[in-house]
């Protein structure tokens, strides 16, 4: 038996208002909702130093936060949450970091925005390394 055109208008209709709600979420603001602040409040125990590359940049999703080296043993932190939305960046490639919202794009040695919409920059974070390994926070 066949669904009247009403009923399938309607499905199709509730259809497309789901997606349409699915693709809000991607662009809602990072993992943790928009309340979450984009700085640690207590220190973070990110892993080995040696995992960020010299003259490279390592994200760390699950902090949101992103670590640079631009120099051996120079590290410098910065919150991984987009200053335009709130989305987490998705990718760091050499000293960029890629937010998959809205196509921002931040200096993750500086912080600095590359490419808007963003217009601040990414705030910093204290880090150091202790015994090898990197704490942020």
Known sequence: MSQSPARRTVLRGAALAGAAGFGLAACSPGDSGANASAVPSEPVELGAAADV????ARLYREDRLVVSQPAKGTFK???AKCTHAGCVLAEVEKEEGNCPCHGSRFDVTTGKVLQ???????PEVP???EGGKLIAG
């Open 53 to 56: 590359p010299v003259g490279g």
């Open 77 to 79: 932190c910065f919150s």
């Open 127 to 129: 880090v150091k390394a």
């Open 116 to 122: 808007g919409p963003a217009t601040e920059p990414l």
